[in-house]
């Protein structure tokens, strides 16, 4: 299997699509935020970012199992907090699952439970770990 070159996040279909020239090579079921809609405006909104960011570092030791992290903010989004007076937040993920020993992985997917980040299976974070080299881009859309 060839790595992806793009990853395309719709919040509206709670979808994640990893893409190489174009084509799919892999979709995902997501979960986000509690506050799915809008673009993340500031730390606590519960808020996933919408626009074009990098996946720019891997965690394998993620307190989420494993962990790509989105180039949120953008120079664009700080200067929009900053104009706001708030602090934009940060620490935008790709991830797994926590730590789940009382609860069925099954059911956690099926709400928006995250602070922002964008969730999946752990078996699924697996692929995409394999799947999406560090600095691949990554658009999210609302």
Known sequence: MHQADQVLVVKSERMLYLQR????????????????????????DERTPEGHY?????????RFYKSIRISYPSPRDRL?????????????????QPDLSRQSLA????????????????????????????????EIRP
């Open 80 to 96: 929009r907090a900053s104009e706001l007076g708030v602090d934009p937040g940060g620490d935008i993920m790709i991830h797994g």
């Open 54 to 62: 990098v996946l720019d570092f891997k965690n394998a030791s993620s």
């Open 107 to 138: 059911g956690v997917q099926l709400f928006n439970w995250t602070n922002g980040c964008i969730a999946v299976t752990n078996e699924q974070m697996d692929e995409i770990w394999e799947l999406v080299p560090l600095g691949t881009p990554i």
């Open 21 to 44: 020239n174009g084509e799919p090579l892999r979709s995902y079921p997501v979960a986000l935020g509690p506050v799915p809609r809008g673009h993340k405006m500031q730390q606590g």
